[in-house]
């Protein structure tokens, strides 16, 4: 049973950084990829950034050059580390796998939907 555990949000001032983990507990048995989404305030939930299974990443537009994907395999975990952080960066980010069949999966322009697995959610809050 796979489960995703979000933490790390929180509150910052304009201009700030932070770092979300999640935590995964449980095998996938076969090649995955990871990726954050967030859903900001009256806006349409949207993806963050992703990691394919072999680790090619990709970002939104919206926060390229200021947010950073991660993963350590070693320790379950995938990261998003967000720095420069705007007021439009306000809202609940969460992180998701996606399970394949082939030698290579990916979460490019993957809709929240097509993943298997999400975490609860994490609020950010930007001032």
């Known amino acids: 049973h796979v489960q995703l555990v979000e933490s790390g949000g929180g509150q910052v001032q304009t201009g700030g950084s932070l770092r979300l983990s999640c935590v995964r507990s449980g095998a996938i048995s076969n090649n995955y990829c990871v990726g954050w989404f967030r859903q900001r305030p009256g806006k349409a939930r949207e993806g963050v950034a992703s990691?394919?299974?072999?680790?090619?990443?990709s970002y939104a537009n919206s926060v390229k050059g200021r947010f950073t994907i991660s993963r350590d395999n070693s320790k379950n975990t995938l990261y998003l580390q967000m720095n420069s952080l705007k007021p439009e960066d306000t809202g609940t980010y969460t992180c998701a796998a996606a399970r394949g069949y082939s030698h290579y999966v990916t979460c490019q322009g993957a809709r929240y939907l097509d993943y298997n697995w999400w975490g609860q959610g994490t609020q950010v809050t930007v001032s």
């Open positions: 990691i394919d299974s072999d680790g090619t990443i």
